[in-house]
């Protein structure tokens, strides 16, 4: 900052001289491209119609297909295999008619010749939890996988295709596609049954990597099954893209459609079996006295178990030969999951929500032995925990049932009403003691409120997944950071940081990004891209850009608007703006269709006072502006240090009126033309200016630098003399003539000592340093450290005893033939 008491021409008669060159320029150069960076989205967006409004609601003429199913399905235990019966009916509410129909074959992707398979790269050919690293390298994990495909073979046994009346349809299988040919055209509001019968074999999931399997625990030789994307399910035909058959590479989740399902599950009699829906039979499946604990569980205070740890422990020992069947029914469904273990501990308690049409719904959480303490502890809590929250910013939860399978040990994957969720506690494995760490509890609780917020979204807000990911990851892990911060403060969503903004910074500087709006399978950077960035672009939307009134009203529109309905990333732009009433093309382009980060500098501040132009009291103020900007000759100083004599202090007569008076001193030429510029002035401007020299205003020029080139409202922070601090947020449009530079100007009557840019970090700025005028000195500690020394010394490795070994041969083999000449003989 710069103090100069100058003598400005009067600010409100000569307005802003150096904003003048600046908006030419922009204006003929448009610097930073405003004019593309604040342009409206139309031409981006697909033009609306009578399916999906301008204001980004459902249309009048709005449809989407329905599919219900009745699949009776046998788990094989010592198989690890599922054969099913399955029946679809599929109705046409589009006003198309289709020759044929899609079905998607999930399980195929593991076939060996699958398109995902044939088409991955060597960096991504490991499994989900252990990939292989960069350059020529293989893990054990990567190699376990090789070997569990090349052991068995995967991928759907599908018998023939038939229609209600029992007539073969041709079928033609696409990799994970399936195109049923009709008989008979179908027309719009008609429906065809199909039925047909099918075989898989179960994944063993630690070894592939999927989002459903088999999990093997050797400690007590038993099994867990959880069944997912486990039966033919029909391909969403859409308004906006026909049938969504993109194939299923992995990455790109899952476009169904709607529906009731009806399903019976065999399985060994010990099981206890998790699924979506209701159960239709408890009394042939379950005691009375689980019966009788799952009511007292409906008002209950705590978790009640129906399964006890003691039970489940005693269940996983026997083992059985008969098979009993369970029969779940999910009504307005978008698919069907499963879980079945003899494994199983049981818990549930009934959550009372405001809401007519669902005042209750059973939240339950399964989970083996290995999951204790943390599962009974905390996995219904954030089952109940997230409904809480999300409702708030949605809906109420509009299911029966509230599910937490702890199926795996890391990471989650959603279903309608079921979730499956990891982490478990460590038990050590000399003393059998069970510890937890830090992570494994805040990963389980944030895990639980994830997977479940996806009933939410994509459940029912039914988005497009395949093509998709930001919009039910985005929404998702941005109501997941509200939810966590609402169970606990400072809770570690984002590794150790409690703010999304200040975990996003580091990925929007990163060079090899895509924008958020890629499609699902394309995205480089997957987690930071489809989760976190839409999370913190919700998080500055509603905190820093909208405000949380006019943003949460906003967002639970959407969530209404397209409940049980199919949106587009279209429906989800208009809407916020429709509901809200505030431009936010700007922000769409900068945060979902470009890759720039956050980073504007504070720069110069410039301070006035307004000068009266009165020359008797503005000419010493100038003499001492001068002296201050230009001082005294450092040679001048050390002659008279030294003292040297001038000519003239030793001849004084050689001095005249010059000597006497600096270019300074005012003169009556000087107070006439003030006169005359007092008496030209007009009424008006003779008021404001008394008024403002009256005052004592401080006129200041802000200088701001946009450096990262996404465009971003300003939230300042104004610190003034006497120590007190004005709040002060600059919208985003001040950057729509200019986008590389803008200069700000404030009238005070205080005097600022500081300019600070996002002190609340609300806006993902990437670089804190530049965000302060006059800088501030970073400060931190620093930690000595001992140079390593590197070489290696072979004679002294070779002096190193085998261990575990006899003396004799412990020599050759720890020498290795390169150390055949430096063989430890005596010691
Ligand atoms: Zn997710």
Request: hydrophobic share 35%; aromatic share 12%.
């Amino acid at each position: 900052m710069k103090h100069s008491l100058a003598a400005l021409a009067l600010v409100a008669l000569l307005p802003l001289t150096a904003h003048a060159s600046n908006a030419d320029k922009a204006v003929k150069g448009m610097p930073g491209d405003p004019d593309k960076l604040f342009a409206q989205l139309d031409t981006l967006l697909p033009t609306p119609g009578v399916t999906r409004t301008a204001s980004g609601a459902p249309g009048a003429q709005y449809w989407q297909q329905r599919a219900d199913y009745r699949i009776q399905v046998t788990l094989d235990e010592k198989r690890h295999r599922l054969s099913a019966k399955q029946s679809i009916t599929y109705m046409n509410r589009s006003p198309d008619t289709l020759n044929y129909i899609w079905l998607q074959l999930d399980q195929n992707i593991f076939r060996d010749d699958s398109l995902a398979r044939r088409s991955e790269v060597a960096a991504n050919a490991g499994t989900r939890r252990d990939t292989v690293g960069s350059g020529d390298s293989l893990s054990f994990a990567a190699m376990r996988r090789h070997q569990a495909f090349e052991d068995r073979e995967y991928g759907y046994e599908m018998g023939p295709v038939r229609d209600a009346s029992g007539r073969m349809l041709r079928t033609t299988v696409n990799d994970t596609m399936m195109r049923i040919d009709l008989p008979t055209p179908l027309r719009p509001g008609t429906s065809i049954e199909i039925n047909f019968e099918w075989q898989s074999n179960i994944v063993d999931e630690a070894a592939i990597g999927a989002r459903g399997g088999y999990e093997y625990f050797p400690k007590s030789d038993t099994y867990q099954y959880f069944l997912a994307q486990w039966f033919p399910r029909l391909v969403a035909y859409t308004d906006y893209t026909g049938w969504q058959h993109k194939q299923f590479l992995g990455r790109g989740e899952f476009t169904l459609e709607f529906g009731d399902y009806d399903v019976e599950i065999t399985v060994p009699a010990d099981h206890i079996v998790a699924s979506t829906g209701v159960l239709q039979n408890p009394d042939a499946v379950l005691t009375a006295e689980q019966r009788a604990r799952l009511k007292r569980a409906e008002t209950a205070k705590k978790p009640v178990f129906i399964v006890t740890p003691e039970e489940a422990l005693a269940n996983e020992k026997e083992g059985t030969n008969r098979n009993r069947t369970w029969r779940f029914k999910g009504e307005n469904v978008r698919d069907f999951a499963w879980a079945s273990s003899r494994k199983y501990i049981w818990d549930a308690m009934g959550y009372r929500q405001n809401d007519a049409k669902r005042p209750f719904v059973m939240a339950m959480s399964f989970y083996p032995n290995e999951g204790e303490p943390i599962w009974s502890k905390y996995s219904t809590h954030a089952v109940i925990h997230t409904m809480e929250v999300y409702s708030r910013f949605s809906f109420p939860y509009p299911y029966p049932v509230a599910i937490s399978v702890n199926s795996w040990e890391r990471g989650g994957m959603e279903y309608p009403m079921v979730t499956f969720n990891g982490y478990r506690p460590t038990a050590d494995e000399k003393t059998g003691e069970v510890t937890y760490s830090r992570s494994a509890k805040y990963g389980l609780i944030g895990v639980i409120i994830h997977e479940v917020g996806h009933i939410y979204f994509p459940m029912i807000v039914n988005s497009d997944e395949r093509q998709w990911t930001w919009m039910d990851e985005g929404l998702n892990t941005f109501l997941e950071y509200i939810a966590e911060l609402e169970w606990e403060e400072n809770f570690p969503t984002f590794g150790d940081k409690t703010n999304v903004l200040d975990f996003i910074t580091a990925y929007m500087q990163s060079t090899d990004q895509v924008p958020i709006m890629t499609n699902s399978d394309t995205i480089v950077q997957f987690g930071p891209n489809a989760y976190s960035k839409p999370a913190a672009a919700l998080a500055v939307l509603r905190e820093a850009v909208m405000g949380r009134e006019l943003f949460d009203h906003a967002f639970r529109e959407y969530s209404n608007r397209w409940k049980f309905k199919r949106p587009t990333p279209a429906d989800f732009f208009r809407t916020m703006e429709d509901a809200s009433g505030v431009d936010l093309d700007w922000f769409w382009r900068g945060w979902f269709y470009g890759t720039d980060h956050v980073d504007v500098a504070v720069g110069d501040i410039r301070e006035y006072q307004v000068s009266s132009q009165d020359p008797d009291a503005e000419f010493p103020l100038k003499r001492q502006e001068f002296a201050s900007n230009w001082p005294e000759s450092y040679s001048q100083r050390q002659n008279r240090a030294e003292g040297l004599k001038t000519r003239v202090d030793r001849y004084p007569e050689l001095k005249d009126f010059y000597n006497e008076n600096d270019q300074f001193v005012v003169t009556n030429k000087d107070r006439n033309e003030f006169k005359d510029f007092r008496e030209r002035l007009r009424d008006w401007e003779r008021t404001v200016l008394d008024r403002a020299i009256k005052a004592g205003e401080y006129v200041y020029f802000v200088d701001f630098k946009n450096i990262g080139g996404l465009v971003t409202p300003l939230p300042l922070t104004l610190t003034y003399a006497d120590g007190s601090t004005e709040e002060y947020p600059i919208p985003a449009e001040v950057w729509r003539y200019n986008a590389l530079e803008v200069t700000k100007l404030f009238v005070r009557r205080k005097r600022l000592v500081s300019v600070e840019l996002d002190r609340n970090h609300l806006i993902a700025d990437a670089d804190k340093s530049n965000n302060i005028t006059p800088r501030r000195i970073e400060q931190s500690r620093i930690e000595l450290f001992r140079g390593r020394d590197r070489e290696r010394n072979q004679m002294l490795d070779a002096l190193a005893e085998l261990k575990g070994e006899p003396k004799a041969e412990k020599t050759e083999g720890a020498a290795g033939s390169n150390n055949v000449p430096l063989q430890p003989v005596a010691k």
